[in-house]
């Protein structure tokens, strides 16, 4: 499994997937802090400069100084739209493209759930490294923009993420293993995730569903107890090692 | 059942109401080397696919040495999967590490060498097709499956690489059970002990190589005439030479099917002609193709 492994992270590593992953939310990060900081300067600039007139809420709003919780907030929105497209476009195509490429055959002698969780695993260690550190730059510039080191929910809110990352790679690597084709595998993924949101907008049952993790990371950051927030996590968890089990009886059918 | 034997039964594929395999039994002994010949879509591949587990069945049954468990199986296609962002030792060490087999560098390098490639740092996108499947022959050196799996192994190979194909299945001989699905009979007669010739997934002959030998070394006279031939005269060709195993005629062009050419044979050909005053527009001679064979004898067995 190791060996596996390792060759997993080697390709992903040389076909650059590794890389774009880590740049895309490094990125993210730092502009996410940059914009909370100054999305109030950048507006009011914008709108003098067209010479339009204002409403008495939204000057008081270009008046109150962004908050480090409105930041950070700023910083899990966009990370984690972003997120689930990259990881859409860098697994949903692991197990098939194994079958197109013809490589699959090296795998005969092979569990079968070995070839899925090693899969897994590597994508795992590169997502979880890539929001990792992209968690790193949001940090030190709150640090620098915001003078403020100390964030109530940061860490919870970080564990939902990764959790909701690890989701998403299973389901993508799930329909990598039952379609044979990449637009197929690709395609679905999408649709699922959109599926997933609009469950998860249910009153009472969706902020348990995978895709309603928002409401448990808005409700860390400004320093409330999330209700809710342990059966969020069984459940993804529980759902990812269902997306698992199903991958590895997809590649066993997966026969033409 | 012979712990030495992978027994296939009665196995049938359709894909889409087309009988890809049609009821086939094969009997293939351990450490053995068999080969699977037929035109384009006879089935072999499926067949192979099958065998190697890539492919599923709707009736039958395979045993493979006697005690059902899948063997240490290579499977190696026309087109090899191989990683292309490896070089060709990183590919090699990858295989012998996933099989759990110790090979170290040296034994690696070797059979890079042996297969004609160069242990460089060259990643196997920028490989030509032929480089592939060199590089997918040297899996079964540093490796030791039981079940060794060649689907048109030198489909893509030039003359230099089949002659290194020969020497690798000449040391694989005796280690490893080999089948190799292939359309080229002349080829598979230099390295098969035994071999099997389907046609639309069916099973038309299979024998020894010796036995088989009379159809693999085959010589084919093309002969384009002013009129059709009559039955008695397609009769009367067939006897006028001992090695004339079959003549089939489409229209003004025959085929005589020879076991092997000799001026002899072509004399009298001409010479039962100009005696009857046909007269010949056109003759030659070339190489028995799998096709002269079905449209030939082997169609008649």
């Not at chain 1, 013809?102 to 569990?111: A, P, W």
């Not at chain 1, 940090?139 to 990764?162: D, H, T």
């Not at chain 2, 799996?149 to 280690?175: Q, Y």
């Not at chain 2, 044979?265 to 079905?294: G, M, R």
């Amino acid at each position: 499994m190791i060996t596996m492994l390792k060759k997993e992270l080697r390709e992903l590593w040389r076909s650059k997937k590794t890389i774009v992953t880590f740049i895309i939310l490094a990125v993210l990060a730092m502009t996410s802090i940059i914009m909370s900081k100054f999305e109030p300067q950048i507006l009011n600039a914008l709108l003098e400069a067209r010479g339009t007139e204002l409403p008495e809420s939204f000057i008081e709003y270009l008046s109150t100084p962004p908050g480090v919780s409105q930041a950070a907030a700023n910083f899990f929105g966009n990370i984690s739209n972003i997120m689930i497209w990259v990881i859409i476009l860098t697994t949903a195509t692991a197990v098939n493209s194994e079958y197109i490429n013809g490589t699959y055959s090296l795998y005969l002698n092979t569990k079968k759930s070995e070839f899925v969780i090693t899969k897994f695993a590597a994508r795992i260690i590169i997502n979880f490294g890539a929001i990792l550190l992209a968690a790193a730059f949001a940090l030190l510039y709150i640090a620098v923009l915001f003078e403020s080191a100390v964030l109530p929910g940061f860490a919870q809110s970080l564990i939902i993420l990764c959790v909701y990352a690890a989701f998403t790679t299973a389901y993508s690597l799930l329909f990598s293993a039952v379609f044979k084709t990449v637009l197929k595998s690709i395609g679905i993924s999408i649709l699922f995730c959109i599926v997933l949101q609009m469950f998860s907008s249910f009153p009472v049952i969706g902020g348990y569903l995978p895709g309603g993790f928002a409401p448990h990371i808005s409700a860390f950051l400004s320093g409330a107890n999330s209700t809710g927030y342990i059966a969020y996590l069984v459940i993804t968890v529980a759902l990812t090692a269902l997306c698992l089990v199903f991958a590895t009886i997809g590649i066993k059918k997966y026969r033409v | 059942m012979s712990e030495d034997v992978l027994s296939i039964k009665n196995l049938s594929k359709v894909i889409k109401n087309n009988t890809i395999l049609d009821n086939l039994s094969l009997t293939i002994h351990k450490n053995s080397i068999y080969g699977v010949v037929g035109v384009n879509g006879s089935g072999k591949s499926t067949l192979l696919r099958i065998l190697a587990g890539l492919t599923s069945f709707e009736s039958g049954e395979i045993k493979y040495f006697g005690n059902g468990v899948f063997p240490h199986t290579a499977y190696i296609s026309d087109f090899p999967g191989l990683y292309d962002l490896m070089t060709a030792h990183e590919f090699l060490q990858y295989i012998v590490d996933l099989r759990k087999e110790k090979a170290d560098s040296e034994v690696i390098k070797s059979a890079i060498i042996t297969v004609g490639l160069k242990d460089n740092k060259k990643h196997i996108k920028n490989y030509s097709r032929g480089m592939k499947q060199r590089l997918a022959i040297a899996e079964t050196l540093v490796t030791n499956p039981e079940l060794i799996l060649f689907d048109e192994p030198i489909a893509g190979i030039d003359f230099a690489g089949r002659e290194m194909f020969v020497s690798v299945i000449n040391e694989l001989k005796n280690k490893s059970t080999i089948i190799i699905a292939s359309h080229d009979l002349r080829e598979l007669g230099k390295m098969c002990d035994r071999a099997v010739i389907i046609d639309k997934g069916k099973k038309i002959v299979e024998d020894e190589i010796a036995s088989l030998g009379k159809i693999f070394g085959g010589v084919v006279i093309n002969i384009t005439i002013e009129r059709p031939l009559e039955a008695e005269e397609i009769n009367a060709v067939m006897g006028l030479h001992p090695d004339i195993n079959s003549v089939n005629s489409v229209g003004r062009t025959f085929s005589i099917m020879l076991s092997k050419l000799s001026n002899q044979i072509l004399q009298s050909v001409i010479n039962y002609f100009c005696e009857k005053q046909i007269s010949i527009e056109n003759i030659s001679v070339s190489d028995a193709k799998l096709e002269d064979i079905f449209t030939g004898e082997v169609a008649d067995l």
